[in-house]
């Protein structure tokens, strides 16, 4: 399937691919998503995150970064900053290199990216949309530039990042100073970039500013091609583990014409919606072309001497590169789904099939009623006491089969129910999200029942 097919049900016939319209219209209606600037018309290829995006945002953050960094003893993380010296991008090949081809149609004055028109339309210069002629293409450097300073003509011109990773290499020998790592070892980060995308859109997919995870793992050359295959392994394994549709995931090798100026050798792990197969992450083979290439603008030689052997050498790089951003974009697109009525559900419902690890809320503490004061107040007590554990929420408004619709529309895994039994024996009805099966527990057997269904490291 090339890139840009649009498929509305997938192959495999299992339910439907979900429409983008949908995802973008319930993250806005309940705050996952908005468009940035919107009171002035919005930016295009800008949004902020809302109160239920945040969450979500930091839990995919949070689950990234333990299990790339803390539970591997030969990785470590940094934190580098957004603007960085402007060599840094010469040296980098981002000046010369970071550039896409554009073509605009005559008639209708839509803009493509060459490489993402299908080949037909490419081979007969014709407009994919009103089959009208294509312009000739033109180059267009992503970089997105800055100054530093205040002073007309003594400002110096520079780069907001273009890829999160080049501070990696930046700091790369100040992490080996400092924290006594070894080669084989990695520097994970996770950050902003920016790109003057030339055809920004599907929502989240391709932004102007995003956020990237990086691993960099400085590897021997010969062992290059060892590490370069169990990253790629472990990697796909991970972005497995966090779909409901696994049947959507596969890595694609990059043809040789599709290679970024850095990478001898690539893959993508690709998910598959309604755009066709996309990237989600990219495995490059970096090789040594960062960093002899920062030795080489710098004059600062990042060679290393091998504590053992005393060879000298300039590590070779693996790069496991993807992006927040598309990782919440694509849970949201695995997980959402419209269930019919059915004999567990009357009316039908709207349900994001989130991993609990990702769901913004972990737990809605309901009472049965609103106005029966005890069912209130012993509700409120078991909310105040789970919202220091986790993400808690309490809500009174409505019937009881609304408020489970509104949390599940929202992933939320579990609702708590306190209902005149609770006021007998202390008991509370512990509903699951995806089967919507009741169980009774003690309250307080609560917390350790909830952490140990919405916590990966809870041990
Ligand atoms: N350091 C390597 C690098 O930047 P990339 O394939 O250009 O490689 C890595 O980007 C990941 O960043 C992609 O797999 C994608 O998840 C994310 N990404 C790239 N451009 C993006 C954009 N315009 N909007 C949202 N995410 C983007």
Not at 317 to 326: H, L, N, P, Q
Not at 397 to 405: C, E, L, Q, S, T
């Amino acid at each position: 399937m090339t890139q840009t097919e649009d498929k509305t049900t997938s192959s495999t016939g299992d339910t439907p691919l979900v429409p983008m319209e949908k995802i973008v219209s319930l993250s806005k209606r309940r705050g996952f998503v908005f468009p940035n600037s919107e009171i002035y018309g919005g930016v295009s290829g800008i949004y902020d995150f809302g109160p239920l995006g945040v969450e979500m945002r930091n839990n995919i953050r949070r689950y990234w970064w333990w299990s790339m960094v803390q539970i591997n003893d030969n990785v470590v993380g940094i934190e580098g900053n957004i603007i960085t010296h402007p060599r840094v991008w010469e040296a980098s090949g981002h000046v010369e290199n970071f550039v896409d081809q554009l073509v605009e149609c005559k008639n209708c004055k839509r803009r493509f990216r060459v490489d993402q028109l299908p080949a037909e339309n490419l081979e007969q210069n014709k407009c994919p949309v009103c089959g009208g002629e294509l312009g000739e293409p033109r180059l267009f450097n992503l970089m997105m530039e800055t100054y530093i300073g205040v002073v007309e003509g003594e400002r110096m011109k520079t780069y907001l990042r273009g890829e999160a990773c080049q501070n990696i290499y930046l700091d790369y020998e100040n992490v080996l100073k400092s924290s006594r790592m070894q080669i084989p070892f990695g520097i994970c980060q996770i950050g902003k970039a920016f790109r003057n995308e030339v055809t920004p859109g599907n929502f989240l997919f391709r932004q102007r500013e995003f956020e990237q995870w990086d691993l960099q793992f400085f590897v021997h050359p010969s062992e290059m091609e060892k590490w370069f295959d169990y990253w790629k392994e472990r990697r796909f394994e991970w972005y497995k583990g966090i779909i409901n549709h696994k049947d959507r995931l596969r890595l694609r090798p990059h043809d040789p014409d599709e290679l970024a100026h850095y990478a001898k050798k690539a893959f993508d792990i690709e998910y598959r919606t309604v755009l066709g197969w996309q990237e989600w992450e990219g495995i490059h083979w970096r090789q040594d072309w960062d960093l002899s290439r920062h030795s080489l603008y710098s004059g600062h030689d990042l060679s290393y001497t091998d504590p053992e052997t005393k060879e000298r050498y300039i590590p070779w790089i693996v790069e496991t590169s993807g992006g927040v951003d598309r990782t919440f974009l694509n849970l949201l697109l695995d997980a959402y789904e419209e269930e019919p009525p059915s004999g567990k559900d009357k009316e039908g419902r709207t349900v994001l099939r989130l991993h609990p690890w990702f769901a913004p809320v972990k737990v809605a503490v309901l009472p049965l009623q609103k106005n029966k004061e005890e069912l209130v107040t012993t509700a409120q007590d078991i909310h105040n006491r789970l919202k220091r554990l986790m993400v808690s929420q309490y809500d009174d408004v409505a019937n009881i089969g609304r408020r489970y619709r509104r949390q599940d529309e929202i992933g939320t895994p579990f609702c708590v129910t306190v209902d005149f039994q609770t006021l007998e024996d202390q008991t509370v009805t512990v509903r699951e999200r995806d089967g919507m099966s009741q169980i009774r527990l003690q309250i307080n057997e609560l917390p350790a029942y909830l952490l140990e269904r919405v916590t990966w490291n809870y041990s």
